[in-house]
């Protein structure tokens, strides 16, 4: 049969080698016909036949001057017109195959279908599929659908050893997995069964630029000829230059592109590509690359620098710090964050990759983790060694393209000119572009790896960097043999597991499974005879950072967006809106251990002080500047030394220390006789056994302080405020060891009549514990003095006023849980930038502050007062879904499957969003109760107050309090459970229970008429 002809004698095919001349001008010519149903074979070129069918390609790896391939159908836009031979026209799109496609497809396969494909089950080929292709007109009505897989149908050769199959048929055809795709199925309408051919064709080059090759193969009955295309002209290269690009010439001049090319020397290249004599793409290569910038802006260790490596080279800091812990710890400094903290967290890359650890408990369970983990705790904290830069002394190794463009045409094939312009410089292995953070992502960077900024770089450039190697298109994956042991040692020498990986390796060569039994794989790739990746497989599961791939998902197109994305404050909030951005919207019990969330987000540490607008920086510790393009507030609020409004909250750390209303005690004042005007801002020196706990370092200090002092051998504590946390911090104190008549519970007047339990049960409860415990409780008190008015640090003595006589307490820590409210550097921060505050920072329903460019959320927050709800804040809802919400707002920006974002008028701006996600709160208490509460988004009321609505609903109740067995459920009026309230005294699964909130009680097996009846007796 004829085969595919180039620009050679027709109806023959010269395949040309790397690095070969190539032809000016070429086309295919048509072999045979096939006038009725074979409108396939006047797309498809034919192989030699084997095993009874004949192997049909559309062969597009033909060469043009400058290296560009191109697809034989060319490359069309997303939107295109066919026309059936009765003159009727059809506006067809093209997308990805959804499963809801299918019914649609099977109405589609005809006879002919079955005789080229065979019988196909459709749903599994599409699961299966690398690349499923659909067109569909304006009415959504399905036009034709192709499925491709990167192994060939009708059983010819098995999935991993097809190549040789080929090279048999033609040992010039020089196709691989990587760069060959086979049709496995189409569908089409029949009036437009050529034009959808066409298109999809076209859609497949365009979507897969390595792609060279698609093949199908047909039984040896079928006939299929042979028909031909030509490239269109284009026009020259200024024309396609200023269509990408009018500033280079408002700066240089009309000339610019001329001089450019004039300025050739041996460090200066400019290279076009041309077809049919006509340029269609033009790149400007330079050897001269400014290394010292780019060693102070960008992490390119993976790269050695871009640098030939030197024996004076300093890769790693000096070691000048250390960290002792008992055996058994966890090394390294951790970081958590919590609804309301600022992120305390590693700059250190590789640290964050082995000890970033993210928690959602209460702060004193942070503190109770430690104290079961830790037997002995001694802390040298690292200095910061974020600022150490390696120094490579090795020549560069790197060339760089000044300028880049090609006709859209044809950008598929922009890689083609990698290999053109390392012949240039032999003697260069890595090839980089800067580019605007804010470009769209072009086809050439998608094969480039993007580096990462350091954090106080201020380029407003991205820099990608690409190897030769890159160019190699052939790689082998095979079962692992003795012999590839050397590769794998060099290769995992510098990785942390390299270890295990190789003990792993030693295994499989002499049992193939591990000394339990497991069955055990290992795969390497090699490329060029070197390998260069190991895979372990075992038949296990680890529970811990499982990641998943398939073969549908292999060509699946991923958008990179290259803009600024800083988000302020490691809360809840906050992660959540990381989160959502990198990963899918799922979570589970563990999702901050198992999703690393730091290989995606650049952290870095310290307290925000000031915001420039106008140049779009964020300050960080009055010294690192980060640049942003959209700026996320998330800082939530924190633990505050006395309760005063919004804004005027302490100062720097002073802000978390209590301030002394400093009346004398010894003339008996009581509450009524303290001035408001004594509720100050504390701004004297810090007590060294002050502790507000905050987040996890602060709980790692409080406990570093009890075991180096031996609190729990003598001495009072006493812990002043009335929210859930002082409660938790009594329970862990217990647990220490503290005795409880050395625990003094100091509760300040409340700011509210609704409690932090809001439950009379369970508050009686916790007093029933305390007073079994032998902690004192205060109620109504206000802090006084500190050692009596003298120096406070340390405190010795806290003298307190209440609403009857004053009184004193020995002091040997101080615990604060006063009103959490914006940190004061925070509020100064926003003020200075001139943010709308009042209170809190202002929003809109959509996240927007008065800056276009800088979004909040959280606790932080309040809406602005034209929608008149001033009662709801994001306070009140649930802060992952408010994460959430914004992730979803922020992905319209950028998204470009999502439709775009359309602003609601401001006349109709009007109402604020509402959430449905439950409001999640608990803890262990005093008396050991493992405390859970789950209830809808709404303002506090008193519970005995929402008792007495005549809608209020239902309860059922089981078990008691002083029996350690209490789950509470309110039923609403919809027969939806609306609120859980479990107190136990043995743990128990949160999480299942957290699920129940808003099921109806029928999908709970009737639950208010089992109850009723008597048949739950226990709701555990």
């Avoid at 200066?268 to 049919?276: L, R, T």
């Avoid at 043999?481 to 270890?499: A, C, H, I, R």
Wanted: aromatic residues 10%; negative net charge; contains cysteine.
């Amino acid at each position: 049969m004829a085969a595919a002809a180039t620009a050679g004698e027709p109806g023959t095919t010269e395949h040309l080698p790397e690095g070969s001349p190539t032809p000016r001008n070429f086309r295919t010519t048509a072999g045979s016909r096939n006038r009725k149903r074979n409108w396939l074979g006047r797309l498809l070129t034919s192989l030699p036949r084997r095993d009874g069918v004949n192997v049909v390609s559309v062969v597009t790896g033909l060469r043009v001057n400058s290296g560009l391939f191109f697809s034989l159908l060319g490359t069309g836009s997303k939107m295109s017109v066919l026309t059936s031979p009765r003159g009727k026209v059809e506006v067809v799109h093209c997308r990805r195959t959804e499963s809801q496609d299918i019914y649609c497809i099977k109405n589609l396969i005809r006879k002919f279908t079955q005789k080229l494909f065979g019988n196909l089950n459709i749903i599994y080929l599409l699961e299966k599929a690398n690349l499923a292709i659909t067109l569909h007109n304006d009415q959504e009505e399905i036009m034709a659908q192709a499925t491709f897989l990167d192994y060939p149908n009708w059983n010819i050769a098995t999935q991993d050893d097809w190549v040789s199959v080929f090279r048999e048929l033609d040992s010039d055809i020089p196709c691989t997995p990587l760069n060959t795709l086979f049709m496995h199925l189409f569908v089409a309408v029949d009036e437009y069964s050529v034009g959808c051919c066409k298109e999809i064709i076209r859609t497949v080059f365009r979507a897969v630029p390595d792609l060279h090759f698609v093949f199908l193969i047909v039984p040896s009955c079928m006939s299929l000829g042979l028909s031909f295309d030509r490239v269109e002209d284009h026009d020259d290269l200024m024309p396609i230059f200023l269509h990408h690009d009018t500033i280079l010439k408002e700066t240089y001049g009309e000339y610019f592109l001329a001089e450019l090319i004039e300025a050739q020397d041996e460090e200066n290249h400019a290279v076009v590509c041309e077809v049919e004599g006509v340029a269609v793409g033009f790149m400007s290569v330079c050897s001269q690359v400014n290394l010292q910038l780019l060693h102070k802006c960008f992490d390119l260790g993976p790269f050695h620098g871009l640098c030939i490596p030197h024996q004076d080279d300093i890769l790693e800091p000096p070691q000048e710090f250390s960290i002792h812990e008992s055996s058994g710890t966890r090394k390294g400094a951790e970081a958590t964050v919590e609804e309301a903290l600022s992120p305390v967290i590693s700059e250190n890359t590789s640290e964050v990759e082995d000890s970033e650890k993210l928690s959602q408990v209460s702060s004193m369970v942070y503190m109770g983790y430690y104290i079961s983990h830790r037997s002995s705790l001694s802390l040298s904290l690292p200095e910061d060694t974020s600022s150490f830069r390696p120094v490579y002394r090795g020549a560069s190794t790197a060339f760089c393209i000044q300028l880049f463009f090609i006709d859209e045409k044809y950008e598929a094939r922009s890689l083609d000119f990698m290999n053109f312009v390392f012949h240039l410089f032999h003697d260069k292995d890595f090839c980089i572009i800067s580019v605007p953070h804010l470009t769209p992502e072009f086809v050439l960077i998608q094969s480039f790896v993007k580096m990462v900024p350091f954090n106080n770089c201020t380029l407003d450039q991205d820099l990608y960097v690409f190897h030769r190697a890159g160019l190699l298109k052939t790689i082998k994956i095979r079962l692992a043999t003795l012999s590839d042991t050397p590769g794998v040692e060099k290769l995992v020498s510098t990785l942390m597991p390299s270890k295990s990986i190789l003990e792993d390796l030693k295994q499989y060569n002499e049992a193939r499974r591990d000394p339990d039994g497991t069955p055990l794989q290992v795969f390497v790739a090699e490329v060029a005879e070197q390998v260069v990746g190991i895979a372990v497989i075992r038949n296990e599961m680890l529970s811990y950072a499982l990641n998943h791939t398939n073969r549908k998902l292999s060509l699946e197109p991923k958008i990179t967006i290259n803009a600024k994305i800083v988000v302020i404050g490691a809360s809840n909030v906050g992660i959540s809106f990381l989160e959502t951005l990198v990963f899918c919207h799922c979570y589970n019990d563990r999702d901050h251990e198992l999703m690393s969330l730091c290989s995606w987000v650049n952290v870095v540490v310290g307290r925000m002080t000031a915001i420039d607008r106008a140049a779009k920086q964020v300050i960080v510790s009055r010294e690192k500047v980060v640049l942003y393009d959209h700026l996320i507030l998330c800082t939530g609020r924190q633990y505050q030394g006395s309760s005063q409004g919004p804004g005027d909250a302490g100062r720097g750390d002073g802000a978390q220390v209590p301030c002394p209303t400093e009346v004398d005690i010894s003339l008996h004042p009581t509450n009524r006789e303290v001035s408001n005007s004594c509720l100050r801002r504390y701004t004297g020196p810090i007590p060294c056994n002050h502790f507000t706990l905050n987040d996890e370092e602060d709980c790692l200090r409080a406990l570093a302080w009890i075991k180096n002092k031996s609190i729990t051998a003598e001495g009072n504590v006493i812990i002043y405020g009335n929210s859930i946390d002082t409660y938790t911090t009594v329970e862990t104190l217990l647990n220490l060891g503290i005795r409880g008549s050395c625990i003094h519970l100091v509760q300040h007047p409340p700011t509210s009549i609704i409690t932090c339990i809001n439950d009379c049960a369970v508050e009686g409860a916790i007093e029933d514990a305390l007073q079994a415990a032998g902690v004192t409780v205060y109620r109504d008190a206000l802090l006084a003095q500190w050692n009596n008015g003298l120096y406070p640090d340390p405190i010795h003595t806290a003298s307190f006023t209440t609403p009857t006589k004053p009184f004193q307490l020995p002091c040997s820590m101080f615990f604060s849980f006063l009103e959490k409210n914006v940190d004061y550097e925070t509020f100064k921060a926003f003020n200075d930038a001139c943010l709308v505050y009042d209170g809190r920072l202002v929003i809109d329903s959509n996240f927007h502050t008065n800056d276009i460019a800088i979004r909040a959320a959280g606790p932080l927050t309040k809406f602005s007062n034209r929608y008149y709800s001033n009662e709801w804040t994001h306070s009140n809802f649930n802060s992952k879904e408010i994460g959430f919400q914004l992730a979803a707002v922020m992905l319209k920006l950028f998204d470009p499957t999502l439709e775009p974002v359309t602003e609601p008028p401001a006349d109709l701006d009007r109402l604020i969003p509402m959430y449905k996600g439950a409001k999640i709160k608990g803890g262990i208490l005093p008396g050991s109760y493992h405390y859970l509460h789950v209830s809808k988004p709404a303002i506090p009321t008193p519970l005995e107050v929402q008792r007495a609505q005549s809608d209020f609903g239902s309860e059922i109740v089981t078990g008691n309090v002083k029996n350690g067995n209490y789950f509470r459920i309110h039923i609403n009026k919809y027969k939806m459970v609306e609120t859980i309230t479990c107190l136990s005294k043995v743990p128990f699964p949160a999480s299942n229970y957290i699920r129940l909130f808003g099921q109806h009680e029928q999908a709970l097996n009737n639950l208010c008429a089992r109850y009723e009846d008597g048949l739950v007796p226990d709701l555990y």
